[in-house]
């Protein structure tokens, strides 16, 4: 969506002036700004001072920082990460994420954010060193893979059998066809999942939770018979059966 100057500008202060109020409020605070990279420069230059300076100051109104904590969340480096993984495949198979050097991940990701940061020229040079020396610790989170996809689902389905009190479970012929079977409704780039863990919710709904729903309604509640989840192969459903 497209704001006029004027629009830009009354959002920035309301923003300024809620972080004021909050921290006010809530002096030992989890502050999280997602996709950082995304900030025009005037709010880049805003939180910078604030990360600087360790305090928000507006008008004659300041709010310390010292007991609180900064997440600055973005995206921009799944492509850093995705090197180091490729980069180490063997014929044994892919490098895990395990085998990355933590030193190696940390400074790939500190370069491709200062070369970012000059490259959108909101600040001097020194500025940007500034602001990365404000920051105490770069944490990489590695793209899902396959074997995380698969844990999820099983995750899933040890909540309807939790839910339906252990009379639905995943048995052996749900672990070897169910699972998967949803995750090949998953679209991968690779090894890696386009969407990361979003599409098992929507796969858990589309196929599990009408099953399970239907088992509710036609289940009598006073049955203690264990059922097991199954794959309809013919018309591309998930079942939940009697007989497990």
Known sequence: MDYSSNDVDAQHQLLQESLMDHLALYPQS?????EYDKLDCHMRGFFRQMLQGNQLASGNR???????IVVLESNMGQTVLHGLLESGASPAGPRRREDVPMADAVRGLKDMLFSRWREQ????????????RSIDHVLPFYPLEEADIVELFFKKLKGYEDASGGR???????????????VDKVEFDGRFPLEGGK??????????????RRFLEEADGATDERRG????????????????
């Open 168 to 182: 639905v479970v995943c048995d052996d012929q749900c672990r070897d066809q169910v699972v998967p079977f949803l």
């Open 229 to 244: 989840w199954r794959v309809d192969a013919e018309n591309g459903a998930v079942l939940i059966e009697e007989g497990s």
């Open 121 to 132: 020229g909101c600040e001097d040079f020194s500025d940007s060193q500034k602001f990365m």
């Open 30 to 34: 989890l502050i999280v700004i997602e």
């Open 62 to 68: 300041t709010a310390s920082l010292r007991d609180s």
């Open 199 to 212: 599409e098992v919710n929507t796969v858990t709904t589309g196929y599990l939770s009408r099953a399970f």
